[in-house]
């Protein structure tokens, strides 16, 4: 069935239906939220809790872009919290604007197919990431959208509330700064972008 037709019957109360939506986005929203904030437990709390507000806030879910993407922000919204709590906890100041909007799920049941489990079995992997967590949070999180969870920039401008024109330039630091970090750990390799389906707004 459809996401549409799914997330009809959940805003009219079918649980059912809204644990389908679950089922269908857990994975890649708990691997979002782990590459975010690099703590299992936490990612885990924080994907659950995604998916509370979700089914909370179906009555005002427009559809204006898909169940994936809302969710994709809502947890990232979430994970931006929760990194500034730490921070703030830490005594640290964030370096940068988060340029947020102000605005029983646990581990994926799947943890064969979670993307960070499969980008760390390769020394390759193990290298970005080291690489992805040296980077400052704003650019992590873009790129952590555009590369891993496949949003195109679209997306990754809804998911996070900023304007296309700044996601395409913090993508581009993004990979640089990454690029660079590579290098000097002496484990740069090449290879082409991520490219998800729904580009063709993007070209031009």
């Not at 459809?2 to 691997?31: H, S």
């Not at 939220?33 to 427009?62: I, P, T």
């Not at 830490?90 to 940068?96: D, M, Q, R, T």
């Not at 997306?155 to 993004?174: H, Q, W, Y």
Request: net charge negative.
């Amino acid at each position: 069935m459809p996401d549409k037709e799914l997330v009809e019957k959940a805003r009219g109360g079918d649980q059912g239906a809204f644990e389908q939506l679950v089922l269908d986005n857990q994975n890649k929203v708990y691997a979002l939220a782990l590459r975010l904030v690099n703590d299992r437990e936490e990612a885990a709390d924080l994907a659950q809790e995604a998916f509370v507000k979700a089914w909370q806030g179906l009555a005002s879910f427009q559809g204006e872009s898909s169940f994936a993407t809302w969710v994709y922000r809502l947890t990232t919204n979430l994970c931006i919290d929760y990194l500034r709590k730490q921070k703030r906890r830490e005594g640290v100041e964030p370096a940068v604007s988060l340029d947020d909007a102000d605005s029983g799920w646990a581990e994926p049941a799947d943890r064969e197919s979670d993307p960070q489990l499969l980008l760390e079995k390769s020394e390759r992997g193990k290298a970005l990431a080291r690489g992805l967590n040296m980077l400052p949070d704003w650019q992590r999180r873009v790129l952590v959208l555009r590369e891993l969870s496949g949003l195109s920039y679209q997306e990754i401008s809804s998911a996070l509330d900023i304007d296309l024109g700044t996601v395409k330039s913090r993508i581009a630091r993004a990979r640089l700064n990454l690029r660079k970090i590579l290098l000097e750990d002496g484990n740069f390799f090449d290879g082409p972008p991520s490219k998800p389906v729904n580009d063709k707004k993007e070209r031009g």
